[in-house]
């Protein structure tokens, strides 16, 4: 015991001044500062290296399309196997298209969700419902993907869609014959996927709200619904707009499950119940096939884009949530 | 300027006030009421919007417990799958594949994503907050670009290996992990009290001892759980695989080969139109599903430990 003590004894104060923290001899001068140094400074370089790495291998790999097309590739609208051109344009409206019906569709529903399992529900019944919903969020994409293609298309060919086309103003956005696989459907499925991630996010933001801002609305004579609406929703604001931004970024990315439910379509979509193609899928459907050379290059080029438009709306998002973060006072 | 004094206790004066008080009384019922008659509808949208976000869920999750748990079998578990139109046949290659790519995964990931959590814990400032700010952002990168970093890096021309292999999977799922791993591990380790640091220091330890004996124990349910979820979140990838591993039927142990893969399976039978192919995809999809609940839970529970530790 005192043998150990003795050894783990630190060696004499070298700094000439007493107080003065000299912090080489703090980190570097004792052997096992220094490795242990070594050890965090080797972490921290390969996880920068890896990042870095990602976009760099990526832009080379796609730099041969885009020295062949130029940024026309970015909104290039033809297909054409043989010259080896994706229709960029195209892909990307389908990402947008399938990414706001999922946000349209999982918004509200998520958020209300949010507010009663954290404002509204009794203790014994948030809880549970709580774990259930982030264990549901585990549920890998690709089960989903399955559900969605092989249940709830059929559903939405038969039941969903006709119906859909009956309603009077919507009709617009539905014209055309009902197949199942669709942008509807690969949005109804993203917003499916989106949905646990909402909820968790949103319901952290509300539940740090002060309960001094509840208080204070109670006070006013506010009904427990005037408290949430009037003094929760717009203190976790930023919160719920950052929830929703990431989900977006998640909707965005999202590959495998759309690849199995949008029809997969490298056609202008006219209506939400025609087949399309968003970057995610046609990376995948496209990615296999792909001859080595320009062909490779132009699918590793619509890597490129999907990862330049998910990494905007994160980096928004987190700065976002930072802010959030900041605003509350938490310290990371 | 005049003001109409009105005699002390005149009936006028009282009647009033009392018409007044009546007044006010009854708006403030009827605002009241109105309020919670409009409280009440919204507390009833809310409800219907969990019950329409479980739903699908639930549906989903019991849907695939119902035609999955028909397929399995031990044989199903424990036969390498059989040609199109032959019956019988399993899923073992793709369970071994799953296992050796996101094993190794783990691997390289952990060990990194704790030392860079090291890192983070240690340093504040600039370099500290781009890392952490780089794991978050990289946690929203979509997996296929991941798989088609490794892909760049380690399959195509003028790479490492060169062809399609489970190793380069795994790379690809170290990256998707490796977020996670440092952001759950920084957490942890911040939640061991700053004094338990400081009474190890002052004791004259070295500080690579007291984070190993220390920190390090201190934060181990936390490592365990945030470790744990990662490799639930890899387990489940299809799109960094598919561009990756490739997939194989037979069973392979050998990581420097195409490999199967459980989400590779379901993925590539899937789509056929087949009665087989979609019992296997059925059977597969259960397979990952119970997986990856499993260790979601494990995890959740491990946490709750840690957490009832803390309060006492």
Redesign the interface.
């Known amino acids: 015991m005192s043998t150990t003590l003795l050894e783990e004894v630190p060696p004499p104060r070298l700094s000439p001044v007493p107080g003065v923290k000299d912090g080489l001899q703090r980190r570097w001068a004792r052997p096992g500062g220094r490795a242990y140094a070594i050890l965090r400074w080797t972490g921290a370089t390969i996880f920068a290296v890896i990042v870095i790495g990602l976009v760099v291998s990526l832009m080379a790999s796609a730099s041969q399309a885009f020295g062949h097309s130029g940024l026309s590739f970015l909104w290039s609208g033809t297909y054409n196997a043989t010259k080896d051109i994706y229709p960029t344009g195209i892909y990307i409206i389908g990402t947008l298209i399938t990414t706001a019906v999922a946000i349209v569709l999982a918004v509200p529903i998520g958020v209300g969700t949010a507010a009663f399992l954290s404002e509204l529900a009794p203790k014994w019944l948030a809880g549970p419902l709580s774990v259930l919903i982030d264990l549901i969020a585990a549920v890998p994409s690709i089960v989903v993907g399955l559900w969605g293609l092989l249940v709830l298309s059929p559903v939405f060919a038969r039941h969903v869609e006709p119906f859909l086309k009956k309603i009077p103003v919507l009709e617009w956005f539905f014209h055309g014959p009902a197949y199942g696989p669709s942008m509807l459907l690969a949005g109804t499925v993203l917003a499916v996927m989106i949905l646990p991630t909402i909820v968790a996010l949103s319901r952290t933001a509300l539940a740090s709200v002060a309960s001094e801002d509840r208080e204070a609305a109670r006070a006013l004579g506010a009904t427990r619904w005037q408290v949430v609406r009037t003094a929760v929703v717009p203190g976790a604001r930023t919160g719920i707009e950052a929830a929703v931004i990431l989900a977006m970024g998640r909707a965005l990315g999202e590959t495998i499950a759309v690849s199995l439910v949008i029809g997969n379509n490298n056609a202008l979509p006219h209506s939400l119940l025609a087949p399309g193609a968003t970057l995610g899928s046609a990376i995948i459907n496209n990615f296999g096939e792909a001859n080595p050379g320009l062909d490779k290059s132009s699918v590793i080029g619509l890597v490129v884009v999907l990862l330049a438009i998910t990494a905007l709306v994160n980096i928004g998002g987190q700065l976002l949530l930072r802010r959030r973060l900041r605003a509350v006072g938490a310290t990371t | 300027m005049s003001l109409t004094v009105l005699p002390a206790g005149s009936g006028d004066f009282t009647d009033a006030i009392g018409t007044r008080r009546e007044l006010v009384r009854e708006s403030a019922r009827r605002s009241?009421a109105r309020?919670?008659i409009?409280?009440?509808i919204?507390?009833a949208?809310?409800?219907?919007?969990?019950a329409?976000?479980?739903a699908?869920?639930?549906a989903?999750?019991a849907?695939?417990t119902s035609r999955g748990i028909r397929v399995l079998s031990w044989s199903f578990l424990t036969h390498v799958p059989t040609p199109p139109g032959i019956p019988g046949g399993g899923i073992s290659s793709a369970i071994v594949g799953s296992v050796i790519i996101v094993g190794l995964a783990a691997v390289i990931a952990v060990?990194?994503?704790?030392?860079?959590?090291?890192?983070?814990v240690?340093?504040r400032g600039r370099?500290a907050g781009a890392?952490?700010?780089?794991?978050?952002?990289?946690?929203?990168?979509?997996?296929?670009?991941?798989g088609?970093?490794a892909y760049?890096?380690l399959i195509?021309?003028g790479s490492l290996i060169g062809h399609f292999s489970g190793l380069a999977g795994s790379f690809a799922l170290a990256?998707l992990m490796?977020p996670i791993v440092?952001r759950a591990s920084?957490?942890a380790m911040?939640s061991v009290p700053r004094d338990l640091w400081e009474a190890g220091l002052a004791?004259?330890?070295?500080?690579?001892?007291v984070?190993r004996s220390v920190v390090l124990r201190g934060a181990l349910p936390g490592l365990v759980t945030g470790n744990l979820l990662a490799v639930?979140?890899a387990?489940?990838?299809?799109?960094p695989l598919?561009?990756t591993v490739l997939g194989a039927s037979l069973l392979v142990t050998n990581p420097l080969q195409p490999m199967g893969a459980l989400?590779l399976t379901?993925?590539n039978n899937?789509?056929q139109a087949l009665p087989a192919a979609?019992q296997l995809?059925?059977g597969t999809?259960f397979v990952?599903?119970v997986l990856?609940?499993v260790?979601?839970?494990v995890a959740?529970l491990v946490s709750a430990r840690l957490n009832r530790q803390a309060r006492r």
């Open positions: 009241l309020r919670r409009a409280g009440r919204a507390i949208l809310c409800m219907v919007a969990v329409i976000s479980l699908p869920l639930v989903l999750v849907y695939t060990p990194v994503g704790t030392m860079c959590a090291l890192f983070l240690e340093r370099l890392i952490r700010f780089g794991a978050d952002v990289l946690t929203g990168v979509p997996s296929i670009a991941l088609i970093f760049a890096v195509g021309p990256v490796l440092i920084e957490a911040r004791l004259g330890v070295r500080r690579s001892r984070v639930a979140r387990v489940g990838e299809t799109a598919f561009v989400s379901i993925f899937a789509n979609q995809a059925w999809a990952l599903l990856v609940l260790l979601s839970v959740r």
